[in-house]
């Protein structure tokens, strides 16, 4: 009789900084339903990866939900994996923090169900080839991967019936391959389809295996899928069918498998992930054509159809990258004091923790570096959740190391210099390469990035948006990654397109026919080539150069300069732009010298833009105020003529004054995006700009000199 | 005006081990014409590498050519290069390796040319993203790739118009993206082609750059091109031309482009080579159909097409794997002498060399690793180069540090141990897990392989030979990678494929039908299950389980068994076949038990198969001698009834005797492969098959025991 080998595998996962609630309805709807079917079927083996943010999670609210779990591992039904604690792509973060991120969930599982993890997931299954010296070092014997890639390397489909072994430097790790197949068809195909898979692919070789190792979350949590596999049974029909067909379907656990059979073949695979993350890391715009090339293609050429890479993420999203950066940034920085040994450990379940480490790890937490089409990057609160644990281990870690208050150095990995500006207040990073721009205003008193907001860019599934809203009625079940649904309607007015990032201090010099509304839609026209041109650092303000002065008189002072132009119709107009930046207490103050460089008279309309991280739109009581004016931060609107916008976020704790040395009109708009999430297309608030401008007569080598000053405190 | 920068770059470079002549033609035919052109045109900057291999023979053989070189250096017209000392694949090798390959040929160009190298060129640009590091810390400010996976990862071609920049862990690393255009225009189209593209290229930006970097042996060496570039004056024209342009293209060095432009953007490379490599490292149905689809498809396809990955050349050819895998253990074991600081140092130009480190890195040469259209793995004396290098860096890494006799590991990186005795005249490698061969046999005196043979393989190209045999009376100059020349004629019944791999100790049950010429041909009936199933290891004869015996009583003897089967007409018949693996001084002893463990009698006929790594097929000097009968490798013969057959090659300085206990018939047949090189389809001389044979009539239970003894003497 022709046989199989099926290992069943789920992957539990909720990032860091997600809303409680949405832990609860995860484990309500699925991972706890999940274990009830389970439990039910005492000889159908499973395997388990739950991540450290899940578990923390359930530690808290549900402890018996691992309890349960821990039952299973001990009448030898489960198997579970280890992986990064917080679930971090492994290859973006540093190689001690990698073999750290799995020593501390391998910890946890021995130490809570007694069980010593074997195999590991890898978060998004993205691989690098020198990922298996870092894994077998950290006792991993072995991981799960996507199909995909085996295929491309010249690997026949049906030779995936196994596991494979690859090396770094000698180090050998075994891989066994995912089926697509089965990915797909579980559970969105009715059980039966998945048998009848197995059944025309038993064999009478006796290592014959399929694997299916996917998302917890199909089970119950992504949309639909609760009533599939609960209400209409699907997981129990299918449990019952694999014990109906016990004579020749073997349900296995990995550690059995590897202990039986030895490996199909050795292999190498390129930098990999699922096929479809591939299409999510390129460009939009090739991210479109690649999708259509892929959807006419026959499998003979698709094998070797490959889309991106997943670091490009980090160039794909500016905002990914500073993220990442600062978490290399602050990794140094925990990674030299703990090379020290001035690292504070804390003991928990026996294990030693540093909670230094532990802030690390959580801000190593892969979901908000990328967006695919769930929501990602694109989520503030996951967003906040990295920076503030990044700020907060960065802060922690200068304990008992003097900080130097200007570091100059290329922060973001352009090849260009960036500026940090650090007192006991704020964090502040320039970049002179850009616009001179502030990228991040870090407020360490709660830890908070002010300035996280994400440019509003083209995403190649915009494109799709009229027919998303078009069928968000006729809801059916399919297949997550194949069909949009739209939560809300009238997405389209929305999708406005910035062609410049989203940063603080952007010199603006605007057309006479700008407007408010054509400013915020990004559909103005800009005079200067300031807003994203590269300025120069006044030499004398270098800190290297006043290494000589002494402490108490260095002032923490960056001047940028840019001798730029104004394109008008009349020809190109000379302006050079000189801004300063210093900080003092919880002030940033910024100083402007604008200097009509031409010959001519002329009228400028400048404005210095901000992009505030505000909490919430709608908030009654988080608003502007301009004397006894007050609107909420979803308001589009002018300030006119006043010196003083008071911004009051109670959601934030902060209350942050705009003042101005001359009198400015204040436009004030909000930031929204659309992307997809697991519920289809999604409207998310990003924050408000908030731009000073003003129009200047300037005659010939005059020069307008003004402060801005932005006080931010707490509540 | 528009203009453009162009950089012009030339890598120099022959392998670890090629033959004397063949550097000495290519000085003549490319390196040294192409200097005498540079000369001439002291305005044109141009970019070289010179690989160690290349340097240390022209130190030795041609001293003035470097000298030249560094007058050049010295007026500013060259910039150089350095590299990985002996042209590693530097992800192939250990990062200790990789940092002092690269320190070795820094070292030798600020010596010598009292330069500081500041960028690399990357061996056959194979990149790995965690090399960015690596090249970072080994003080590498940029480095050079092709365009292909620019494109790939949605970057539009127009926006490849200068140098990107990339890291790992914060290390970060420029990338030079080369133009695929001109990498085929150059030397194989008019000169002005290049001119035009130039042209049309040029634009008012005047960062934007165009890059051709390649093979320096394109301007002289390849076929055909020193008639193209000096009789017919390509490259004396090409420059002249640049010259007359000067009021529009830069000749210029990437140092002076880095020092004068910033980066166009950041990027993250996958796994990459040129776009050939990705087709070259597929199992050959894969890169034959892989073929097909790239040569319909159109560019915006094409973008997203890829091919393999390098490292799969180690799993695309086992003998490729086996060459890797003991570079890595001998480098695990020259480092541990090198931390230990017990490894001899040597002055040369007052740089400290030490000789063990060179003979390891000599090893790391990549040409012998890979096959893709130059003979590379294919070529006899590359691969004995490396194994005479890693054998003699094994021994002299013994001095001190008593080896064990036998260790037992995972070698090769499949996931089964192998075995490897060790005395002082051999290295004896056996794998249960494949026949219980023995899949390398290392003659230490004379630091050569005496096994290291090439498996007749089936590669993508062979079905062209029917063409290329057409075509060589027609040849035209016509770029290397399209076009295919046949040396010889009346090759394609050379064309046979094995199997199995050539290794040694091979067990045969022969179909009745059996004859030498169809088992020559790999076209014969196997009635056993023995040639590349797995063998167990005999507990008893364990040396971990020797733990216990005194020194002078443990055996260095290690015990395979199989319990196979004969698939005979009248059904499946139970074999034992029980061999022990021992050594003595010179000899190296087998021994066979063969067991009929059926109820009924039966005649086998049994063949134990070595394949020997002989000179010179033709050579009068080399021959096998029985009795008085005396035959060239070349020869395909049976040495009827013998129990001695005595084998001398006086090129290998090498006398071996192959004893049996009984008399057998010895069949000997050539093993000879056809595979692409420079100048077309190549037939190779990879060494002969030797396999005592006998016919045994067997009772039920019956044991036919008997050895055969391998005595190797230097003449």
Known sequence: MKKINFIFGVHNHQPVGNFDNVFESATKQGYEPFLDVIERHPNIKIVFHYTGCLIDWLEKNRPEILNRLKILVEIGQAEILTGGYYEPILSSIPDVDKSGQIKKLSDYIKAKFLHTPRGMWLAERVWEPSLAKTLSEAGVEYVVLDD??????GIEEKKLRGYFITEEQGSAVK?????????YAMPFAIPEETIKYLKSESSDDPSTLLVMADDGEKFGVWPDTYKTCYEEKWLEKFLTLLEENSDWINVMTFSEYVKKFPAVDRIYLPTTSYFEMGEWTLSAKSQFEFEEIVAHADTSIKRFLKGGFWRNFLTKYSES???????LYVSQRVSELASSGRIAIRQNRGIAIPPLLNLLYKAQCNCAYWHGIFGGLYLPHLRHAIYKNLIEAEVKSEVGSRKSEVEVFDFDKDGQDEIIFTNKIFNIYAKPSYGGAITEIDFRPTSYNLTDVISRRFESYHKKVDIAVMKSESK????????????ELELQKYLKYDWYNRYSLIDHFFHPTTTLEKFSDSEYGELGDFVNQPYKREVGCSPRLQSGVSKANRKSEVVLRRDGHLWTEKGPLPVQVVKSISSSKSDIIIGYK?????????EIWFGSEFNFAFSNPDDENCFYKMEKRCEKFNTKTCFEKTSLLKISDKNLNLNINLMSSDLFDFWVFPIWTISLSEGGFEKTYQGSSVTPNKKIFLKPKEMFEFQIKISIEKL
């Open 148 to 153: 995909s890639h085996f295929l491309s390397g």
């Open 175 to 183: 891989i066994f391959p995912i089926s697509h197949y089965l990915r």
């Open 321 to 327: 990258n500073q993220m990442h950066k600062k978490m």
């Open 476 to 487: 059916k079940l399919e297949v997550i990654h194949g069909v949009y649904y739209t939560k």
């Open 594 to 602: 604008i200097t009509n460089n031409s010959s001519k008279e002329c």
